[in-house]
């Protein structure tokens, strides 16, 4: 979260006491931001040592938000347009690749692939709390997260080939 808002640098209480390393996991899993941050416009991805963390950050949520809204019941969580991998920081960062040498190689095509299948879930995860359907959310959630870690796996495998690629965010990124 601080990373999308453009922090690389955080001390205090203002998210969490300190705790042991064994709490983190959990913490985690039931943090609430506070309603004001979540209004908060996200920054484009910075242009940092961290990007491809940040990059993967940007999926991360994505991910965990949709999983969220689908466990809540709660359609109104769903990220903006979530059937337009394009619109989203993740596909923005994945069109101005398209202009590197990492645009024409397989890699690419398999992320972007593997970007747009999780939209392509997120949807069918949104359409489940709408619709009577024969697979459940919960099913659909599943397929997401397994999206979601070989998403991660080719992410990795971008970072250790990282001379394609060029975390440098264009101007031209939408803010949400």
Known sequence: LLLSLGCEWAQGYGISKPMMASEVSNWIKTYQAPEQWLKHKQAAPATTSYGFLQIATLHNQFVERVVKAAQDRAPSLFPKHIDDPHHCKFGQWLEQQKLTAFGNTEL????????????????????????????????????LLNVHNELIHLLVQLYLNSSLISMEPE??????
Do not use: G, S, V
Not at 111 to 124: F, G
Not at 171 to 176: G, H, I, V
């Open 171 to 176: 101007n031209t990124l939408k803010r949400e």
């Open 108 to 143: 690419y095509q398999q992320i972007n692939l593997k970007h747009q299948e999780a939209h392509h879930l997120a949807k069918a995860i949104f359409d489940c709390l709408h619709t009577e359907q024969t697979m459940k959310p919960d099913e659909y959630c599943e397929q």
